[in-house]
């Protein structure tokens, strides 16, 4: 099945960078989304930022022009990319992965996906 293996995160002041990564591996490359949630309301996920297998990005309005989400070329590793952090970035973040097919027209949705990294924690504080 698909592993995710996550890495990165960590503590920084407000205004900072952090860079999370995504290992993925047991499935059809070219055939998933990829994706950076963190944790919302019990029971739900807030979408940050997902890459279809076209390179289409997407972003959750509320870090639009601080986060950016890439990939490397073999589509085995996610990064997502935190600049500009804020205390209201603070949160357990997870990578995710579904077919492209269920998840292609808007890759931020965590309804659409499937596979879960393990979560890192992210706190932004002064």
């Known amino acids: 099945g698909v592993r995710l293996v996550q890495a990165g995160g960590g503590s920084v002041q407000p205004g900072g960078s952090l860079r999370l990564s995504c290992i993925a591996s047991?499935?059809?490359?070219?055939?998933?989304?990829l994706g950076w949630f963190r944790q919302g309301p019990p029971q739900e996920y807030e979408g940050v930022a997902g890459?279809?297998?076209?390179?289409?990005?997407m972003y959750a309005d509320s870090v639009k022009g601080r986060f950016t989400i890439s990939e490397d070329n073999a589509r085995t590793t996610v990064y997502l990319q935190m600049d500009d952090l804020k205390p209201e970035d603070t949160d357990m973040y997870y990578c995710?992965?579904?077919?492209?097919?269920?998840?292609?027209?808007?890759?931020?949705?965590?309804?659409?996906?499937?596979?879960w990294g393990h979560g890192t924690q992210v706190t932004v504080s002064s």
């Open positions: 047991g499935y059809e490359y070219s055939d998933y989304c």
């Open positions: 995710g992965a579904s077919r492209n097919s269920f998840c292609t027209d808007d890759t931020t949705d965590w309804k659409l996906y499937n596979a």
């Open positions: 890459i279809d297998v076209n390179g289409k990005v």
